[in-house]
């Protein structure tokens, strides 16, 4: 979404939402996290590789590893 106007960026999340409320299981890999994390079940930013921040569904703060 890096570079994307606003409203775009909206209205992609929505459709992913909407999508994956059908049941339609969505991998993706967003530079965004803020976006991104807000829309999974389960979340993880990675930094050189290695997991750096979990997000899970059960629990909806961020945490790091």
């Given at each position: 979404?890096?570079?994307?106007?606003?409203?775009?960026?909206?209205?992609?999340?929505?459709?992913?939402?909407?999508?994956?409320?059908?049941?339609?299981?969505?991998?993706?890999v967003?530079?965004?996290?803020?976006?991104?994390?807000?829309?999974?079940?389960?979340?993880?930013?990675?930094?050189?590789?290695?997991?750096?921040?979990?997000?899970?569904?059960?629990?909806?703060?961020?945490?790091?590893?």
């Open positions: 979404s890096m570079g994307l106007a606003p409203f775009l960026v909206q209205a992609i999340m929505k459709i992913i939402r909407k999508l994956n409320d059908q049941g339609v299981t969505i991998l993706l967003e530079q965004n996290a803020k976006v991104a994390l807000k829309l999974a079940d389960y979340g993880y930013v990675l930094e050189t590789g290695s997991i750096v921040i979990e997000k899970t569904k059960k629990r909806k703060k961020l945490y790091t590893t």
